[in-house]
């Protein structure tokens, strides 16, 4: 089974920063890696897949990039609305998630 | 618009077994494979499992296997997920996610989700 380390598991930020979360997995993962937010009581929404492809809608201060097992997602000019949790998910090979991130305001 | 609700939920004792369904709309469920995600309480997502569009071939992660079910019902647009001999570790957020394509399988679309608690 490949397993994703995701970190860091908590990040302080201030509105206007950029922020980036990573992911490794333990093995080559060809890019098949998406990135969701998930905020309080509610399911996660899909904001990117294969890497850095944007879903419609999400706003460009978004975004993904890697390649072989290490992947990063940044969120440029954080904003109050960001404030949640960041999981990855690989899907090369079945299906795991990291452990996830909770972006929280410093 | 995609819309997918789960339902059936709730306390249910140890080893017991419980159903949960997950109602879809606004796209055409049979040309999709579907799945089960959980999440424990203040815990991070887990795959559970997924069934392909026709219902021929499903998969599970290994500590449900032998015990969960998924199956979908095309004609009612349906997906379901059977769990049986309940365990406490099994408490959690169960969200229905249909598995959207492009370069690969992801879940592109998910439930609101329906709790099951496990706990005698």
């Known amino acids: 089974d490949i397993q994703m380390t995701q970190s860091p598991p908590s ?5 206007g920063d950029k922020v980036t979360i ?6 080559n993962i060809n890019k098949y890696i998406a990135w969701y937010q998930q905020k309080p009581g509610k399911a996660p929404g899909l ?11 999400i706003p460009s201060r978004f975004s993904g990039s890697g390649s072989g097992r290490d992947y990063s997602f940044s969120i440029s000019n954080v904003e109050s609305e960001d404030i949640a949790s960041y999981y990855c ?10 452990g996830g991130t909770k972006l929280e305001l410093k | 618009e995609v819309q997918l ?29 579907m799945a089960w995600v959980c999440q424990a309480p203040k ?37 379901y997920l059977q769990m049986d ?7 959690a957020t169960y969200y229905c996610a249909r598995q959207g394509y492009a370069h690969g399988w992801y879940f592109d679309f998910w439930g609101p989700g329906t709790m099951v608690t496990v706990s005698s």
Request: glycine fraction near 10%; hydrophobic fraction near 30%.
């Open chain 1, 47 to 57: 904001l990117i897949h294969y890497t850095s492809t944007l879903v419609s809608g």
């Open chain 2, 5 to 33: 609700v789960e339902s059936g939920g709730g306390l249910v004792q140890p080893g017991r077994s419980m159903k949960l369904s997950c109602a879809a709309s606004g796209f055409t469920f049979n040309n999709y494979d």
């Open chain 1, 22 to 27: 990573t992911c490794q997995a333990s093995q």
């Open chain 2, 43 to 79: 815990k991070g997502l887990e795959w559970v499992a997924t069934i392909s569009y026709d219902g021929s071939s499903t998969y599970y992660r290994d500590s449900v296997k032998g015990r969960f079910t998924i199956s979908r019902d095309n004609a009612k647009s349906t997906l």
């Open chain 2, 85 to 91: 001999s309940l365990r406490s570790e099994d408490t």
């Open chain 1, 89 to 98: 998910l690989q899907y090369d090979n079945s299906w795991t998630f990291g």
């Open chain 1, 11 to 15: 990040l302080s930020a201030s509105l």
